[in-house]
């Protein structure tokens, strides 16, 4: 929260919404992590655990987009606050799409919980697992402590993690010429690090409207000190 207002209840329900934000956030990526592990240990209970728990997700989400439009229907906040619960609310909507997603890599790593694949290729999705979650926790630090700096540089993080995709891609279509009894499991892995890369790409995502929410913010407060 970037000010502070004469009513204090406006700021205990804006630190109230920004909190809720983070903790849905810390949930989704103990989901995504969840998921992986899930994936890639074989572990079926788990998974369905993942995809059991992808309704509280939903439900955080549901309770977020309320709470935000009760705060702009009753507080009819200024552009300052209004430009941060909005970019809240699309925060939580890349939120609610890395759950889901998380739920997809769940249920796939169901389906082919009995496939052997190569150590090369689970350790590269591994790596690009790692990458992802380090990027969405970079994102929320940077919404929770309103770093435009931290923010900007993930754009440049998701290039590496694009790349790592493209190459994790090369080599399940190659191992798929040569072994066809294989390929059904395969194709499955291959949705795997699309998912992996998608969730990349909302972590980059929710930082961009951290810093552009941070940015508003910035020249709002700017105009009015020269106003």
Not at 148 to 176: C, K, N, P, W
């Amino acid at each position: 929260m970037s000010t502070s207002h004469i009513v204090k209840s406006y700021d205990l329900e804006l630190q109230t919404l920004a909190s809720s934000v983070g903790a849905m956030g810390d949930f989704a990526g103990v989901q995504f992590a969840d998921a992986i592990q899930a994936l890639l240990a074989h572990d079926v209970s788990l998974a369905q655990r993942v995809i059991d728990q992808d309704r509280q997700v939903d439900a955080l989400r549901r309770d977020l987009s309320t709470a935000a439009a009760k705060v702009i229907a009753k507080r009819q906040p200024v552009a300052i606050d209004l430009d941060e619960v909005l970019a809240e609310l699309r925060i939580v909507e890349d939120l609610e799409r890395i759950g889901d997603l998380a739920k997809n890599i769940a249920r796939r790593a169901i389906i082919i919980a009995e496939e052997p694949f190569p150590a090369e290729v689970t350790g590269k999705i591994r790596r690009l697992a790692d990458l992802t979650s380090a990027q969405l926790r970079h994102a929320l630090a940077a919404y929770a402590t309103r770093d435009g700096a931290r923010a900007q540089t993930l754009e440049r993080d998701d290039d590496q993690i694009d790349a790592l995709h493209v190459e994790i891609f090369d080599d399940i279509t190659a191992l798929m010429k040569g072994s066809q009894q294989q390929v059904v499991g395969l194709v499955h892995l291959l949705f795997c690090a699309k998912n992996i890369e998608r969730i990349a790409d909302h972590a980059t995502h929710l930082a961009e409207n951290a810093f552009q929410s941070l940015l508003g913010n910035t020249q709002s407060a700017k105009s009015s000190s020269e106003s």
